[in-house]
């Protein structure tokens, strides 16, 4: 079935490291992405993965793939309030099409 | 270069009636899909649509119906609306000729129905 799972929320103080955990149905999904909302807003690409990677570092963020167990997070390093959002987990299935199936989200507070 | 752009950005409807959401893909992308996102939801996929034809379908009855034009640009449309239909509607383009390459998503039009 198609069906990605997230945490609804969490929340950490200000300067800690985050981290957003989502797991996944499909094993032969080939793309895995983390996405950010903010209220009101549209869908803001943060990072993606590859399934034939293990681990992907972009500046504060970095994303940890484990296939076996079908886990991905998202670990948000020196967290600021502006990282206060909503953050999707999202995997592409690899039928050649762009469908992409979302968790629920996960809304992270970040306090001062 | 301008992003995905959707119109209108809010609109408010009442029961029965039919709505036509718009949007314009990235410069340079070619496929258009349309998501719905329920308040406190993930977005949830609607359909694609590739060569002005619906290539893949989510889990929507035939109220809902699309179209792609000449130059990409893509309707969203619902019929017989119900108050369960008040969502965000995200429209997210990309182009086939480069699979590795992900989804840009627009801002999403805000539909209200009473």
């Known amino acids: 079935g198609e069906d990605v799972e997230q945490s609804l929320f969490l929340s950490v103080r200000e300067g800690d490291s985050s981290v957003i955990n989502c797991t996944y149905t499909?094993?032969?999904?080939?793309?895995l992405y983390w996405y950010k909302q903010e209220p009101g807003a549209g869908l803001q690409l943060l990072t993606y993965?590859?399934?034939?990677?293990d681990m992907k570092q972009d500046q504060r963020l970095t994303v940890l793939l484990n296939k076996k167990d079908k886990h991905l997070s998202l670990r948000i390093a020196d967290t600021q309030t502006g990282d206060s959002a909503i953050y999707f987990c999202a995997e592409r299935f690899t039928s050649g099409t762009y469908k992409y199936i979302f968790g629920t989200g996960t809304r992270l507070k970040v306090l001062a | 270069d301008a992003g995905v752009t959707q119109s209108p950005t809010h609109l408010i409807k009442t029961r029965g009636q039919q709505v036509t959401l718009r949007c314009s893909p990235k410069?340079?992308?070619?496929?258009v899909s349309w998501y719905q996102q329920a308040l406190g939801q993930g977005p949830q996929f609607i359909f694609q649509y590739y060569e002005e034809e619906e290539r893949q379908r989510g889990n929507f009855p035939d109220r809902f119906s699309g179209h792609q034009f000449p130059n990409y640009s893509s309707e969203l449309n619902v019929n017989a609306l119900l108050l369960g239909d008040s969502a965000l509607y995200l429209c997210?383009?990309?182009?086939?000729?480069?699979?590795?390459?992900?989804?840009?998503f627009g801002p999403g039009t805000r539909l209200l129905v009473l």
């Open positions: 997210a383009s990309s182009t086939r000729d480069r699979p590795q390459e992900t989804q840009y």
């Open positions: 499909d094993s032969s999904s080939t793309y």
């Open positions: 993965i590859f399934s034939n990677m």
């Open positions: 410069s340079g992308h070619d496929t």
